[in-house]
């Protein structure tokens, strides 16, 4: 049986192996550029996205839109408590864009739970996580799940890949009660996998890296893995520096890196990126944000979020104000980048940036 390539937020190729390997190429073997007349449709995307994407059904557009680099991660951003409305940052047009979201059943209430290839993975609690939902949020076409084997009261992680080749996908979900099952497009159904390394685990996003699904374990501080390709669980012993409150974990160019506030007194006195070396396992400093800016952008006692895709991360204060300050951070140049306000209206921003996902803007992604 041919194995199947997952891929991560820029068409990544797992390559199995070690969980932490060798770094994977930025465009998958082969990789063409399209044609010059459609880089240039391409470049109207962000700016025009659902005048394209009512064009988008013309196969040599999406044909030359699949073979196309990545324009990079954008990030949706909630500003309401039922996660109905939002607006999405542009990093390479510095805007903001509002993108309704799919019409998705408004009695039940959906949560970002996890992103790849441009489709976004959303779940509802009712007595339990027994629905889920991905989407494309640029098309707007959205696919109900199928119910879970054994639908878990309370998450540890969710994760989803991409195959590369096929465009089918994966959710993988890990919950309380032994409750690990792998959702796969292809066959419409969910399977049991093995059981997951024994930890406390708080609900936070998964990040494919290197064809393994990486995970936060608070208790027995750690990592854990999940193998796409053999379909099983390893533990990595990578305990945090003390003191540090791990925010998020973030993939880029096959490093795993995480962002975080070093603490003092429960109170967060610097806000740090640090580096998972893969040899020795110890988490490496390799920035931190400036003392003017973070004492411009977090006061005492206050506590941020962010969201990570690829070599960017947002940061912002969790219902704060429209005229609270939102941070980019940039892995590869190491830069700290202060981002324009949104520009929804006043009454759409009165509780702030609530939550948010960070996702690859694809029209070509399948549901």
Not at 100 to 126: H, K, M, N, Q, V
Not at 331 to 340: D, E, N, Q, V
Request: hydrophobic share 40%.
């Amino acid at each position: 049986m041919a194995q199947k390539n997952w891929g991560g937020p820029h068409r990544f190729f797992g390559a199995g192996g070690a969980p932490i390997g060798e770094q994977p190429p930025r465009r998958p073997p082969g990789g063409k550029k399209p044609p010059p007349r459609a880089r240039g449709r391409l470049s109207e995307v962000p700016v025009r996205v659902q005048g394209v994407a009512r064009r988008a059904a013309l196969p040599d557009f999406l044909r030359a839109y699949a073979e196309a680099r990545a324009q990079g991660p954008w990030f949706f951003m909630f500003t309401d408590d039922d996660y109905r409305d939002g607006s999405s940052f542009d990093p390479l047009l510095n805007t903001w864009h509002h993108i309704p979201l799919p019409a998705l059943p408004r009695d039940e209430t959906f949560f970002p739970a996890a992103s790849a290839g441009g489709l976004i993975c959303f779940g509802c609690y009712a007595d339990g996580w027994k629905t889920f939902v991905v989407c494309n949020p640029l098309t707007r076409v959205w696919r109900q799940l199928p119910s879970m084997l054994n639908p878990p009261f309370r998450l540890h992680t969710v994760g989803m890949v991409v195959d590369a080749d096929t465009t089918s996908y994966k959710v993988l979900v890990a919950g309380n009660s032994d409750i690990y099952e792998v959702y796969d497009s292809a066959t419409n159904c969910w399977e049991k996998t093995c059981i997951i390394p024994p930890g406390f685990y708080r609900w936070h996003q998964g990040i494919l890296c290197n064809g393994f699904l990486y995970s936060k374990r608070f208790e027995f501080d750690g990592l854990v893995a999940y193998d796409m390709v053999e379909g099983v669980w390893s533990k990595i012993q990578a305990p945090m520096p003390h003191a540090f409150d791990y925010h998020a974990l973030v993939e880029c160019q096959g490093h795993i890196y995480t962002v975080g506030g070093q603490m003092k007194n429960d109170v967060t006195k610097q806000i740090c990126i640090l580096q998972l070396e893969r040899t020795s396992l110890q988490w490496i400093e390799v920035d931190s944000m400036p003392k003017i800016l973070f004492e411009e952008f977090l006061k005492d006692g206050e506590s941020f979020s962010c969201a990570g895709y690829s070599d960017l991360v947002m940061l912002y204060i969790p219902g704060g104000l429209k005229d609270r300050l939102v941070l980019l951070y940039d892995l590869i140049k190491k830069l700290w980048r202060r981002l324009p306000q949104c520009t929804l209206p006043e009454h759409c921003m009165q509780d702030g940036l609530l939550d948010g996902i960070s996702f690859e803007p694809r029209l070509d992604a399948v549901v």
